[in-house]
């Protein structure tokens, strides 16, 4: 009977792989190899670990809310520029940033026009409400200006101090008019 490993007999390579045939050499280099694997595993999943880590933890939001009233009539200053006022109230602060905004939607004849905007005025926080109003522009994708009548919109607020001490609040999705 044949070996099936002997492949000076066959005069072909052996059908069944021959385990025998297997140096310290071979196997020393498998576990390096598989060795390396599990380290470069280990220190990939350890990167998430280490980034919040290193976090500085004096940002953070503190309980405060800030709170954020939409007056009921929006002022049409053309059709790509609308004034939204609001009434906002926030814990006393010294803003350094504001990363707020808003957001105005439209049916209008070609679509839904669409813009976004920013507060006029600088906020103020020290605990009391204080009006300001948001400046939203067309989007430049809108299919169409703004116009007389119903529109819906949201006004956000982000503020934080030059510490990072920061408080956030947004108003409700709110159907307004806006007049010229």
Not at 9 to 23: H, S
Not at 31 to 55: D, E, G, N, W, Y
Request: hydrophobic share 40%.
């Amino acid at each position: 009977m044949r070996d099936p490993h002997d492949e000076a007999r066959c005069g072909r390579p052996a059908l069944i792989p021959d385990r025998r045939r297997r140096t310290i050499a071979s196997n020393s280099l498998e576990v390096v190899v598989f060795r390396r694997f599990l380290r470069s595993l280990l220190v990939a999943s350890s990167l998430p670990v280490a980034v919040v880590a290193m976090t500085p933890m004096a940002a953070h939001a503190d309980t405060a809310m800030v709170t954020i009233t939409v007056g009921e009539t929006g002022k049409l200053l053309d059709p790509t520029l609308v004034r939204v006022p609001v009434t906002i109230t926030c814990a006393p602060l010294v803003v350094a940033t504001d990363q707020g905004g808003a957001n105005l939607k439209q049916a209008v004849p070609q679509g839904i026009a669409f813009g976004s905007g920013f507060e006029e005025h600088t906020i103020t926080c020290d605990g009391t409400s204080h009006p300001n109003s948001y400046l939203i522009w067309v989007n430049t994708a809108s299919p169409g200006g703004f116009q007389p009548g119903s529109a819906t919109v949201q006004v956000s607020a982000f503020l934080c101090s030059a510490t990072f001490t920061c408080q956030s609040g947004a108003s409700a999705i709110q159907v307004i008019r806006l007049r010229r």
